[in-house]
């Protein structure tokens, strides 16, 4: 991949990266190829060429939002309820049995850990 040269049309402009700016994407994202690491179900199509979803949910709020839910779904399974914030300062929260834990605690608990 480091061989990859980045394509003019593939850069982001500044209104496409206030979209997605802040902890909750960055969170959100790491989800998502945590999801998609494990091999669980709708998660395939996460890359970073032009046609992956990954990059299509930057301009496409519904889509984002069915990924959104497709990873809650993923916590959910598990007893884990995942609030996504998607604001710029504010991570996203993970909480289990009434008590909030950490993101890597939510994916142990995904794992059986």
């Given at each position: ?43 395939e199509n ?68």
């Amino acid at each position: 991949m480091a061989d990859k040269k980045i394509l003019d049309n593939e850069i982001l402009s500044d209104n496409e990266l206030e979209n997605v700016a802040g902890g909750s994407w960055l969170e959100f994202t790491a989800d998502m190829f945590d999801a998609k690491k494990r091999g669980i179900p709708g998660f395939e199509n996460l890359d970073f060429d032009a046609n992956s979803d990954l990059i299509k949910m930057i301009g496409d709020d519904k889509l984002r939002h069915q990924y959104v839910d497709k990873v809650a779904g993923v916590f959910a399974a598990h007893g884990v309820t995942m609030k996504y914030n998607g604001k710029l300062l504010e991570g996203n929260v993970y909480t289990y049995q009434g008590k909030t834990i950490t993101r890597e605690q939510a994916w142990n608990i995904v794992d059986g850990k």
